[in-house]
Structure formats: structure tokens, C-alpha cells
């Protein structure tokens, strides 16, 4: 991916409201700078982590998503889906009390012809400044 591309995330320029002057951020300027630098520059909220680690399933990146899994659930392997292209990310929700969070999102892709919609509440956790992804309820 180039850094000038838009971040898969989907996220948008500004604060606030999306605006008819608001486009998608670029992969350098959101999620890119987390992925490309996981041992320096953390994910600054548990949405954050949520939307870089949708990227780094877009980018096939699995050294970021086992590193940003939370030790107590994270899988020895992941494999990817040959042939998944993925759509889209929707965040509903973002809250956080404290050092703990949940994200509920929906994220699409079509795999096989077939599309697939991923409705989850995931949970995060903040240890040493840096948060993890713990795990999730299907909706």
C-alpha cells in the first residue's frame, strides 16, 4: 500500500461530524504510522488499535495483528482468506472506562462471490501505555 493511498479504515479528515469537505485520511497519516511503526508508536485509544488492526487484515500484515492480540488470547498462527476483498469499516461505537474498552464495528468482504458482513463488540485492554485487542462477541 502507498502512503499517499486512503486508509482502508475509512476514517476522515477533521473532528466532528463528516462534512462535504471531509475525505479519507491517508495510510501514512492514520493507520499506516501505527502498522509500520508498532514498536514505537502505539495506537492512541482502543478505536484506533480497532481500525489499524481492520488495515492490517487488508494488508495481510500478521506480524501486526499478533503483536497488538493480547497475550491471554492470542492465537500461535493466523491465516488469511486467499481471495477476500474487504469493503468497508463501519465504527458504531467507541467506549472506554479507564484502562479497558469496547469498539462495536461492522466490518465487510466479499470472499468467493459471496459477501460477508462482520458485526462484532470487541474488547481492548491498556497495559504499559499501549492498548490490546482481547476479544469479541459476534452481533
Known amino acids: 500500500m502507498k502512503t499517499t493511498d486512503p ?3 475509512g476514517r476522515l479528515t477533521g473532528t466532528g461530524a463528516p462534512s462535504a469537505k471531509s475525505v479519507a485520511r491517508t495510510y501514512a497519516d492514520c493507520c499506516g504510522r501505527y502498522l509500520d511503526a508498532f514498536d514505537s508508536i502505539p495506537a492512541p485509544d482502543a478505536e484506533s488499535l480497532m481500525r489499524s488492526r481492520y488495515t492490517a487484515f487488508v494488508c495481510e500484515r500478521a506480524d501486526y495483528l499478533q503483536a497488538t492480540w493480547h497475550a491471554s ?9 486467499a ?3 474487504w469493503l468497508g469499516l463501519e465504527v458504531r461505537s467507541h467506549r472506554a472506562e479507564g484502562d479497558r474498552a469496547q469498539v462495536e464495528f461492522v466490518a465487510r468482504y466479499r470472499l468467493g462471490g459471496r459477501a ?3 458485526h462484532e463488540r470487541s474488547r481492548f485492554v491498556r497495559e504499559n501505555g499501549r492498548w490490546f485487542y482481547v476479544d469479541g462477541d459476534s452481533l
Open 7 to 9: 486508509c482502508p479504515c
Open 73 to 81: 488470547t492470542r492465537p500461535q498462527a493466523l491465516d488469511f482468506d
Open 83 to 85: 481471495g477476500a476483498k
Open 116 to 118: 460477508v458482513r462482520l
